[in-house]
């Protein structure tokens, strides 16, 4: 194994909320480092309720998802100090991925599209279109799959920030054309290094299994989307060929970024 550890970073975005998400990223990491001989070291960083922020000196950035509006905490000092950070590990050459929340404070600082609410709450397994070849999609069919939380969007992207900035739009959501919506974005490749998701590519189908099993989580479910869309998501959940795809590929993809 590899002598200097490879650095890691992960932003907890929870807000002191427990989250199987982290978890899952140590998860990812760990693997991956095994899998590559690569010593692998690293760190949490809870930035909503304890105001921490990482320095530059890491080699890998994971920032997670979480709860709440990626709007309305734009005035809070822990979003002023987290979007300070976007801008400058925008312009550094480390390798960064932003999952929903994140993803969502990122769009909105950058002002790259719309961030606004759904007309209803998202979540299960779902069904994902990339919209150009990446080596972050390989070995992944069009449409893929992952796990979906969110009542937030962004839409109506913003060409000419987009350009400013170097990023491009690389993943839509599902393609519904009976609805006569505009189709959120997925994925946005804000610069080589940095990346960002509305989906959980974390999600780990050995743990998402037992915990919409719980009988909490399915009673709401159950109550707020109804028995069809709880018994599709477990369905899907039990299909290797959908979210336990994206979960051994996607991260580790975006880690192999830092090998090259």
Same mark, same amino acid.
Request: one cysteine or more; glycine letters at 6%; a negative charge.
């Given at each position: 194994?590899?002598?200097t550890?490879?650095?890691?970073?992960?932003?907890?975005?929870?807000?002191?909320?427990?989250?199987?998400?982290?978890?899952?990223?140590?998860?990812?990491?760990?693997?991956?480092?095994?899998q590559?001989? =690569?010593?692998? $070291?690293?760190? @949490?960083?809870? /930035?909503?309720?304890?105001? +921490?922020? !990482?320095?530059?000196?890491?080699?890998?950035?994971?920032?997670?998802?979480?709860p709440?509006?990626?709007?309305?905490?734009?005035?809070?000092?822990?979003?002023?100090?987290?979007?300070?950070?976007?801008?400058?590990?925008?312009?550094?050459?480390k390798?960064?991925?932003?999952?929903?929340?994140?993803?969502?404070?990122?769009?909105?600082?950058?002002?790259?599209?719309?961030?606004?609410?759904? =007309?209803?709450? $998202?979540?299960? @397994?779902?069904? /994902?279109?990339?919209?150009? +070849?990446n !080596?972050?999609?390989?070995?992944?069919?069009?449409?893929?799959?992952?796990?979906?939380?969110?009542?937030?969007?962004?839409?109506?992207?913003?060409?000419?920030?987009?350009?400013?900035?170097?990023?491009?739009?690389?993943?839509?959501?599902?393609?519904?054309?009976?609805?006569?919506?505009?189709?959120?974005?997925?994925?946005?490749?804000?610069?080589?290094?940095?990346?960002?998701?509305?989906?959980?590519?974390?999600?780990?189908?050995?743990?998402?299994?037992?915990?919409?099993?719980?009988?909490?989580?399915?009673?709401?479910?159950?109550?707020?989307?109804?028995?069809?869309?709880?018994?599709?998501t477990?369905?899907?959940?039990?299909?290797?060929?959908?979210?336990?795809?994206?979960?051994?590929?996607?991260?580790?993809?975006?880690?192999?970024?830092?090998?090259k």
């Amino acid at each position: 194994m590899s002598m200097t550890p490879i650095q890691v970073a992960i932003l907890d975005m929870n807000d002191g909320n427990p989250n199987m998400g982290i978890d899952c990223l140590i998860d990812i990491i760990t693997s991956w480092g095994d899998q590559k001989n =690569k010593a692998i $070291q690293y760190q @949490v960083f809870d /930035v909503r309720k304890k105001g +921490e922020i !990482p320095s530059l000196d890491f080699d890998i950035y994971l920032s997670s998802g979480g709860p709440g509006s990626p709007i309305e905490s734009s005035k809070e000092h822990w979003d002023l100090n987290y979007t300070q950070w976007l801008d400058q590990i925008l312009g550094s050459n480390k390798l960064v991925l932003l999952i929903c929340h994140s993803f969502q404070i990122a769009c909105r600082h950058f002002n790259l599209g719309n961030v606004c609410l759904r =007309k209803s709450k $998202q979540i299960g @397994v779902l069904p /994902v279109h990339f919209i150009e +070849e990446n !080596p972050l999609f390989e070995g992944l069919q069009d449409p893929f799959y992952a796990l979906e939380s969110r009542s937030y969007q962004i839409i109506e992207p913003h060409d000419e920030n987009l350009k400013k900035i170097g990023a491009k739009i690389i993943a839509l959501e599902k393609h519904r054309p009976e609805v006569p919506l505009e189709r959120a974005l997925m994925g946005i490749q804000f610069s080589p290094f940095m990346y960002g998701v509305q989906f959980h590519p974390e999600g780990d189908p050995k743990k998402l299994i037992p915990y919409f099993n719980r009988s909490d989580v399915k009673d709401h479910m159950i109550t707020e989307f109804g028995i069809a869309k709880w018994q599709n998501t477990m369905d899907l959940l039990d299909r290797p060929a959908t979210i336990q795809t994206t979960y051994q590929t996607f991260i580790p993809h975006f880690l192999d970024n830092l090998l090259k």
